[in-house]
């Protein structure tokens, strides 16, 4: 951690939806520290719950989804617990978000300037519309967009893919969080704007020193950004640690898995992949045990009856969920 | 080495309507030309909208070219020179393809083992009842699911699952060519993987070639013998892969390895970029002279008003750039 300020703290979190065909627990118990000036990724798979998690810090889980357990303190105080007038102050001016597909999350028939504006109106009364254009014009010209005054005055469909993610950045900061959440910024953009999206978000953190949870299932993505990072997988955090430990250090036989799955451009030979074998977990049905032991290659006989408890494994909170981290305690200790 | 495939100054151009008698013309491919060997993997990147896609259809005809010479097998199945356009239906069984999206390209009311057989009643009327039954069975065991999924409904399945039935679909005629337009995009990083071994094996096992369009040049690469570059409708640059990655000769190429992340945190942070300004240009209104020019760093006068050859500069390595002429 760079600090040891806790910006966010997340406790036992739980989050499950009430479905037709039964509860489904989206998020099944998950903890863990933001610091102030942190770049934190949440890296997993479609259905691990890395989006719903967020969207409950932020308050905008949606029913049939509930928070049923945990707590979530920003600052020390408990998000959870906001009343909606409160939940309004805190969402936008002290924590915003950005989404994946820029164009469904802004508004067609108003122009740009008039969304950015809003953001900024809504949340300081006192601010006057003049000074409320000034911030706006300077905030799109804080990333990167040229013409700001022209662009001002247009509507989301004249701006291209790259340009409106870069406009929903605007509008996310305007009012100057202490906390952004990116759910998948990058994925709907292609490569070579991927880049220059990263190269923003980059330099923006370092002038702004705000905090950023970064949502993706990109590893190249979290390699690039990321401080530290947490492995989702079925509504568990199943490995935690700064982006070295990950990376070079994996513990957990999940992280291993996908390391070791992904095509890369920088090796030499052309190497037959490692698949992680078997389909991701179904949710209403999920595994008694450690919910990846069904498709893990080290899966033990304890695995698929209890689940694994979260051991610190390595220096600077590097954390996994394993039975064989606590086999191979045992060994150590005997 | 023989080739299966030779495209020649390959176009296809759509007509839109702008407004009331007034038209204009999207060209998603401009003046392609490449050749697949018989049994390789020609991988084809680039990002959206440039023509990948577009490309492997038109291949197929199932868009039909404004122009151009497509040869299969060393018979011209479409020359618009020489006025020639077979049909295409015993070509079918030859020439298949497997789709990006499979969750909408499988009929939600067929069941997987009407999917799979389709093709073949349409293609093997002599399968009849038990064989045509097992010859369904096997396609399915072929590509890891079992014959108890034939009585199946594609929304029953994963992501992952689904891909196969396209796969056994694409399969069941028996084709030595596949178009595979972006097969894994739609997928699970986990479950990537899986078929792409699983397509890499059906290829040693049935010696079949592949396209294989991809915007994720990694996942390219791995697969691919040789790959071409495709931007706004053009190929840019076309090498053997290991080639194209070390040694990149067009700029965009370069700009596009360097854009693509690495799992690596200390390479990918240590790793000189080479980051393009701006959008690429609409395919309406395409830029004069090299399409590239208005993104490129090195961009000089001539780039904007004449367009760069496509030539071969060394064994294997084609490329259109107007700084590689110079040299």
């Known amino acids: ?334 | 080495m023989k080739k299966l495939i030779e495209v020649e100054h390959l176009r296809k151009y759509f007509r839109i309507k702008l407004g009331t008698l007034k038209y204009g013309s999207i060209q998603a491919v401009e003046d392609v030309s490449f050749f697949i060997y018989v049994g390789e993997t020609l991988g084809i990147v680039g990002e959206s909208g440039c023509g990948k896609t577009t490309m492997g259809r038109t291949l197929l005809r199932l868009y039909n070219p404004t122009s151009g010479r497509i040869v299969y097998d060393g018979t011209p199945i479409y020359d618009s020179e020489k006025k020639i356009s077979v049909p295409m239906l015993p070509y079918r069984k030859k020439m298949q393809i497997i789709f990006q999206d499979p969750s909408a390209s499988l009929d939600p009311r067929m069941t997987v083992g009407e999917i799979v057989g389709e093709a073949l009643s349409v293609h093997r009327p002599d399968l009849k009842g038990k064989e045509y039954r097992e010859r369904i069975n096997e396609m399915l065991d072929t590509v890891g699911l079992n014959s108890e999924h034939a009585n199946r409904f594609p929304h029953e399945f994963s992501g992952g699952q689904q891909q196969r039935v396209g796969i056994a679909r694409a399969l069941a005629v028996e084709p030595e060519f596949i178009v595979c337009d972006e097969p894994i995009s739609a997928l699970d990083v986990s479950i990537q993987s899986q078929v792409v071994n699983m397509l890499e094996d059906l290829q040693q096992e049935k010696h079949l070639t592949y396209l294989f369009i991809a915007h994720d040049i990694s996942v390219v690469r791995h697969i691919s013998n040789r790959i071409g570059v495709m931007y706004l409708g053009q190929m840019v640059e076309l090498a053997e892969s290991y080639e194209l990655c070390s040694q990149p000769m067009h700029p965009y190429t370069k700009s596009l390895l360097s854009a693509v992340p690495l799992p690596d945190p200390q390479k990918t942070r240590a790793k000189k970029r080479l980051i393009l300004e701006g959008d690429v240009p609409s395919p309406l209104n395409p830029p004069t002279g090299c399409r590239f020019h208005t993104r490129c760093p090195y961009a000089t006068e001539e780039c904007s008003q004449r367009a760069p050859v496509w030539k071969e500069y060394a064994p294997g390595h084609f490329a259109a750039c107007h700084a590689l002429e110079g040299q």
Request: hydrophobic share 40%.
């Open chain 1, 1 to 334: 951690m760079k600090n040891n300020e806790k910006l966010l703290e997340v406790r036992d979190l739980r989050v499950s939806f009430f479905t037709h065909a039964g509860e489904v627990k989206a998020v099944d118990g998950i903890s863990y520290d933001l610091g102030e000036h942190e770049v934190m990724g949440i890296v997993g798979e479609s259905g691990s719950g890395k989006s719903v998690e967020a969207y409950s810090i932020i308050g905008l889980l949606q029913n049939p989804g509930r928070v049923i357990g945990g707590s979530v303190k920003f600052m020390g105080e408990d998000v959870l617990a906001y009343s909606e007038e409160q939940k309004r102050e805190f969402r936008g001016n002290k924590v915003s978000m950005i989404f994946q597909n820029p164009m469904t999350c802004l508004n067609p028939v108003y122009t740009i300037g008039n969304q950015l504006m809003e953001a900024l109106l809504c949340h300081n009364k006192d601010v006057t519309r003049k000074a409320a254009y000034d911030r706006a014009v300077e905030m799109l010209e804080l990333v990167g967009i040229n013409n700001a005054r022209k662009r001002m005055r247009q509507y989301p469909h004249e701006f291209s893919g790259g340009m409106r993610q870069r406009a929903m950045i605007a509008m996310a900061l305007i009012c100057s969080p202490k906390l952004l959440i990116a759910d998948e910024p990058t994925t709907a953009l292609d490569v070579t704007i991927q880049a220059q999206i990263l190269e923003l978000m980059k330099d923006i953190q370092r002038k702004t020193g705000m905090s950023i949870i970064f949502i993706t299932h990109n590893l190249g993505v979290v390699a690039e950004i990321c401080d530290r990072v947490s492995v989702m997988y079925a509504g568990h955090i199943v490995e935690q640690g700064n982006v070295n430990d990950i990376f070079y250090r994996p513990k957990h036989p999940y992280t291993e898995g996908l390391l070791r799955s992904m095509p890369r451009v920088d090796t030499k030979e052309r190497e037959r992949l490692i698949p992680i074998e078997g389909t991701p977990v179904d949710l209403l049905n999920p595994p008694k045990g450690c919910p990846f032991a069904p498709r893990c290659e080290k899966c033990l006989r304890v695995c698929l009856e209890h689940k694994p408890p979260f051991l610190q494994v390595g220096e600077d909170a590097h954390g996994s969920a394993c039975w064989l981290h606590v086999k191979e305690m045992k060994e150590a200790g005997e």
